[in-house]
């Protein structure tokens, strides 16, 4: 079974929207991590913002902020007034207990802000 | 520039040479991270150091794959016999202490097997 699942492999958004990209993760550790990359099309991995399992708020950074619902086992990526500068892939990933901090990534949603 | 470095960018190579990457750290990490991505997915786990030991080998690191962090600084992955399965983004990635949540990662070495 896949540990991280994104759902949606591309989406268009016009400039100054907001955008949900979901993603669901698979565990049954209790200390577990929760990631969000940018990936632009030069290839570096961007990081964006950290959900831990035992947070009890959402986490922000800025125009990012994750929806966590830890009983629904989903994480989802909010970006507020989107830029055109915010076209490029986005993954999820996950770090579980004991695991040397090691990453499990989604295989990524490709976002395209249109002007 | 204090990022994480990462040489060569691109590497072309012919089926069954040897090639080696490198990667240097921030300089204050004392992890490292290995990873490797195919086109269109998510990276995929391959190795992690802590300062010079290796604590951790996927699965996905055969044994034409071998990594060193010698001097708990910089770090090399060699590929030996290249297969064109193995041509991929490596990502190398560090972080440090109590920020380990926070992996920064390099622009990565594009390998093509041809």
């Known amino acids: 079974a896949q540990k991280i699942t994104q759902t949606q492999p591309g989406m268009f958004v016009q400039e100054k929207e907001a955008v949900t990209l979901d993603c669901t993760y698979d565990t049954s550790d209790q200390s577990y991590g929760l990631f969000w990359y940018k990936q632009p099309s030069s290839g570096e991995m961007i990081f964006l913002i950290y959900q831990g399992s035992y947070d009890e708020q959402n986490a922000t950074e800025g125009r990012y902020s994750l929806n966590f619902q830890k009983a629904r086992k989903s994480a989802n990526l909010v970006i507020s007034a989107s830029q055109l500068g915010d076209s490029a892939m986005y993954f999820c990933?996950?770090?579980?207990?004991?695991?040397?901090?090691?990453?499990?990534w989604g295989a990524g949603t490709k976002l395209i802000i249109k002007p | 520039d204090t990022g994480v470095s990462q040489n060569p960018r691109h590497k072309i190579t012919k089926r069954g040479q040897n090639v080696t990457f490198r990667c240097d750290p921030i300089?204050?990490?004392?992890?490292l991270y290995w990873y490797r991505q195919t086109l269109g997915q998510g990276p995929e786990f391959l190795t992690y150091f802590q300062n010079e030991a290796q604590l951790e080998k996927s699965r996905l690191l055969s044994d034409r794959f071998s990594a060193e962090r010698p001097k708990g600084s910089f770090s090399t992955l060699e590929i030996q016999r290249t297969e064109q399965g193995d041509s991929a983004m490596y990502l190398c990635?560090?972080?440090?202490?109590?920020?380990?949540?926070?992996?920064?990662f390099g622009p990565g070495t594009r390998l093509t097997v041809t």
């Open positions: 990933a996950m770090r579980e207990e004991d695991s040397n901090y090691q990453l499990i």
């Open positions: 300089s204050e990490h004392n992890r």
């Open positions: 990635a560090s972080s440090f202490g109590s920020r380990v949540h926070e992996q920064y």
